[in-house]
């Protein structure tokens, strides 16, 4: 079963623009990370933030992490057609660490 | 460093067939792990590794999958026979630490499997 479903299935934004990804979760997790996926390189980790965190930088990156709503956002800024990529959220079980990736969300940046 | 390693990149195979992967971690990773992605959702794990022991195979389909880990660095994963539902991309991954959550994973490029 999916621990993280990420919202929404689908983006698309012109270069320049913001784009906002959430993910939902249902049940205590320890960390959440994201991840993006292309045909050029793969799977390939971004973030990690721990459940004791609220947000987290990363270059054009920033992670939200609030864990009353079981729910986190990453927020792409200034986005670039290189940026066009599926973005999944995976989360750990907080009893046993097991790693669950949700759907992803399809991000298309427009140049 | 070198990346995770996999082979072939692609397999055709028809129903009943069997097929085998083959993945080489990130040298010093003791933990490697099998995941099966069919096309529009994310990675589900198959199984974990622990050096050559097996922490986590919950979602393997054991009547027709197998992987094996023998000397503790690359691996193997085979299906025989192969279902229609099987076609899917097949990731390894290593990380440094055992607990998924807490380390980050390294993706090889997968093999995408065809079943016809």
């Known amino acids: 079963s999916q621990q993280g479903e990420e919202d929404p299935q689908a983006l698309s934004i012109q270069e320049g623009e913001n784009a906002t990804m959430n993910c939902s979760y249902k049940?205590?997790?320890?960390?959440l990370q994201w991840y993006r996926q292309n045909s050029g390189r793969g799977l390939v980790h971004l973030i990690l933030?721990?459940?004791?965190?609220r947000e987290k930088h990363s270059g054009r990156l920033r992670v939200t992490l609030d864990t009353s709503k079981k729910s986190s956002s990453l927020l792409i800024t200034a986005s670039r057609a290189a940026d066009t990529a599926s973005y999944f959220c995976?989360?750990?079980?907080?009893?046993?660490?097991?790693?669950?990736f949700g759907k992803g969300t399809l991000l298309t940046v427009n140049p | 460093e070198a990346g995770v390693a996999q082979s072939p990149r692609y397999k055709i195979i028809e129903k009943r067939q069997s097929v085998a992967f083959w993945c080489n971690p990130i040298?010093?990773?003791?933990?490697l792990y099998w995941y099966q992605q069919i096309l529009g959702q994310g990675p589900k794990l198959l199984i974990q590794?622990?050096?050559?022991?097996?922490?986590?195979d919950s979602q393997l389909p054991k009547d027709r999958f197998s992987a094996e880990r023998l000397k503790g660095v690359d691996s193997t994963l085979k299906i025989q026979p192969a279902k229609l539902e099987d076609s899917a991309v097949y990731l390894c991954?290593?990380?440094?630490?055992?607990?998924?959550?807490?380390?980050?994973?390294?993706f090889g490029p997968g093999t995408r499997l065809t079943v016809t």
């Open positions: 991954a290593s990380s440094f630490g055992e607990l998924a959550g807490v380390y980050e994973q390294y």
């Open positions: 049940t205590s997790i320890n960390n």
């Open positions: 933030i721990r459940s004791n965190e």
């Open positions: 995976a989360t750990d079980n907080r009893s046993n660490y097991k790693l669950t």
């Open positions: 040298s010093g990773h003791a933990t």
């Open positions: 590794f622990q050096n050559n022991g097996v922490v986590d």
